[in-house]
Every structure is written in C-alpha cells, then in structure tokens.
C-alpha cells in the first residue's frame, strides 16, 4: 500500500499544521497505519501509529503531547496535528501502512510515496 502526504508548510517556530494522507486505489481500513519524517542527513524516524479502529494510539517519546495522529476510514485517510512547532521538527514527513514487533518498535509496510515538507523557523 503506498499513501501520500500533503498538507506541509513554511511555518514560525510555535505554529501548527495539519497533515493529511490518502491512498488511491486500496482500503485503508485493514491496516494500522502511522507517520514518519526524515530530517536533512538523519535517519527516517517513527513518530506516531494508530490501529484500524482509530481507538489505539503510539507515539515517539521526541513528538508525544505535541503531535496527535487520526484516521478516517469514511474518507480512507489519516491525519497528523502538529501543534507547538520547533526548528527540530523540520523534515519530510511520510504516511504508511505499519505494523509493529510488540515492543514498540513500528516499520513501514511496502514502499514509502511521496512526503510532504515542513519547514519550521525559528
């Protein structure tokens, strides 16, 4: 499954977004899904999960109070609230289908599609 993210933005330190996530072409509603970003020279990093129902949620200890995952299945798309924006925060993020090892640790299942920027000034 392979989903893109939109809603990225040049934003003030303090600010907020919301991203956004869909697929074409497949239901979303079989999966847990999550969001991902990758900063200039760091490893792409797991920020947030939620399963099928919506009801479940993991976050990264780096993003948890600030940021807030959700999912519509209605519309077959998930969401990221970013609120409290920081200079750090300042990557691209991406959406995927997910799944987890049991201990916390998500991975992204089949390949990653197109992220959207967030830049974030201080």
């Known amino acids: 499954v392979q989903l893109q993210a939109s809603g990225g933005g040049l934003v003030q330190t303090g600010d907020s977004l919301r991203l956004s996530c869909a697929a074409s072409g497949h239901t979303l509603v079989d999966y847990s899904l999550g969001w991902f970003r990758e900063a200039p020279g760091k490893a792409r990093e797991f920020l947030a999960a939620?399963?099928?129902?919506?009801?479940?949620?993991h976050y990264a200890e780096s993003v948890k109070g600030r940021f807030t995952i959700s999912r519509d299945n209605a519309k077959n798309a998930i969401y990221l609230q970013l609120n409290s924006l920081k200079p750090e925060d300042t990557a691209v993020y991406y959406c995927?289908?997910?799944?987890?090892?049991?201990?916390?640790?998500?991975?992204?299942?089949?390949?990653w599609g197109q992220g959207t920027q967030v830049t974030v000034s201080s």
């Open positions: 995927a289908a997910v799944d987890s090892d049991g201990t916390g640790t998500y991975f992204a299942l089949g390949s």
């Open positions: 939620v399963d099928w129902s919506g009801g479940v949620t």
